[in-house]
Nanobody, 115 residues
Framework: QVQLVESGGDLVQPGGSLRLSCAASGMLFSSYAVNWYRQAPGKQRELVARITSSGTTNYADSVKGRFTISRDNAKNTVYLQMSSLKPEDTAVYYC?????????WGQGTQVTVSS
């Protein structure tokens, strides 16, 4: 049974940093691209960052230069390092991956950027 578990969300002041983790079980995470999405209240879920199985990364324009996605294949975990956080980064952050058969989502972790 495949499970994705996010952690690391918190309340942080503007300009602060957080590192989110997405730990996978039941699948070899390194074989698949992994995405971080976020959803703010009243808004659609949006793609924030992506890392392919070969390590190629892509970012939404709104987070380029501030967020870094990475993976530790030995730990079957993908990270999202977030810095210079802004109030508009406040959202529930979700980890996602997909096989040829289906999509998998984590339960989400809340990030709140506020003074």
């Amino acid at each position: 049974q495949v499970q994705l578990v996010e952690s690391g969300g918190d309340l942080v002041q503007p300009g602060g940093s957080l590192r989110l983790s997405c730990a996978a079980s039941g699948m070899l995470f390194s074989s698949y691209a992994v995405n971080w999405y976020r959803q703010a209240p009243g808004k659609q879920r949006e793609l924030v960052a992506r890392i392919t199985s070969s390590g190629t990364t892509n970012y939404a324009d709104s987070v380029k230069g501030r967020f870094t996605i990475s993976r530790d294949n030995a730990k079957n975990t993908v990270y999202l390092q977030m810095s210079s956080l802004k109030p508009e980064d406040t959202a529930v952050y979700y980890c996602h991956t997909a096989t040829v058969l289906r999509n998998y989502w984590g339960q989400g972790t809340q990030v709140t950027v506020s003074s």
